[in-house]
């Protein structure tokens, strides 16, 4: 079988390293057609270069990495260097990039790359704010019926948000990009955190990983390493989620998560709970089911497969 086409969306962000790393270290499965960035996790000139290092760092600087929109499509862009560092790649060695971005714009791509394709073949995986996906669905909506899927960290419902209260960071610094994705028609599955707190690296798992040798892997673990300082206010234990990376496993091995169809809109009004993701777990609406929300992950072979395929690479 051929391996299934993705387009990672992405605002590196260790935990994003993790997710693209497990990608390119499963070429059977996977061909990275490309990788479109966009402000989040720090600034778009920050996430295109931290694109470019971690493909270096992969070797494979054959694949095309565009750099997308720096804000939200109506709100100001927030960022997280209390949890990235302020390059968004803290922790690891990392050299300046020598592969050069592509000059078109991420969102250009997109709607190019999404129309060329045979219908049902591309899925696009958004790790990060939805705004390059939803700008490009506004520009060309004839692309959302073309795609296969919608492949997304972000959101919950169970565990509340870790942005506000009630939203999750990547909804909630781009929620009307993500209410026109989920809104769209076009097949989604969402990774929010109450999949990915189940997804908990440990450092003995950080440790197996280290041990491999491959330098891909120890500086995966030296991302991690930098990671795990936040979080010691919230996870009772030194293990830490690994959320993006969570995107990449279902991929991989869906049968390893709890996962039901359910009803989700995004709220895009209360100043309370705007990125709001709310999930329709009980189907007590009768909206129609638009989304695969992801519950749970099965740990132990999450991370034995991320392990093995990391570990292969350079």
């Not at 491959?214 to 936040?230: G, H, K």
């Amino acid at each position: 079988m051929a391996p299934r086409k993705i387009i990672i969306d992405t605002d590196p962000g260790q935990d994003d390293a993790f997710a693209i790393l497990f990608a390119l270290g499963s070429p059977a499965e996977l061909e990275v057609v490309g990788i479109t960035t966009v402000g989040g996790n720090v600034p778009l000139a920050l996430t295109a270069k931290n694109a470019l290092k971690v493909v270096e760092l992969a070797g494979r600087p054959d694949v095309p990495v565009y750099a997308g929109c720096p804000a939200p499509m109506v709100r100001k862009l927030i960022t997280a260097e209390y949890v990235h560092g302020e390059t968004g790649l803290d922790g690891a060695d990392l050299p300046e990039p020598v592969t050069p971005l592509q000059s078109e714009h991420a969102v250009n791509y997109l709607v190019r790359t999404i129309m060329d394709a045979p219908e049902g073949e591309l899925t696009v995986c958004t790790l990060g704010p939805m705004t390059n996906l939803a700008m490009a669905m506004t520009m060309e909506p004839r692309i959302i019926p073309r795609l296969r899927e919608v492949v997304l960290m972000g959101g919950g419902f169970f565990q509340g948000g870790n942005a506000t209260p009630a939203a999750e960071f990547n909804i909630f610094v781009d929620p009307h990009a993500a209410h026109k994705v989920f809104d769209s028609g076009v097949p989604v599955t969402m990774a929010g955190i109450d999949c990915t707190y189940t997804a908990l690296m440990t450092p003995e798992w950080l440790d197996a990983l280290r041990a491999t040798g491959s330098r891909a892997a120890i500086e995966a673990a030296n991302l991690a390493d930098f990671y795990r300082q936040y979080g010691t206010h919230k996870f009772a234990t030194a293990a830490r989620p690994i959320h993006d990376a969570c995107v990449t496993g279902y991929l991989l091995a869906p049968e390893i998560y709890e996962q039901r169809q359910c009803a989700v809109t995004v709220d895009i009004v209360s100043p309370e709970t705007i990125g709001m993701t709310v999930v329709d777990w009980w189907h007590v609406t009768g909206r129609r089911k638009n989304c695969n929300v992801l519950r749970r992950i099965d740990p132990a072979p999450f991370f034995a497969l991320m392990l093995e395929r990391i570990s292969a690479l350079p």
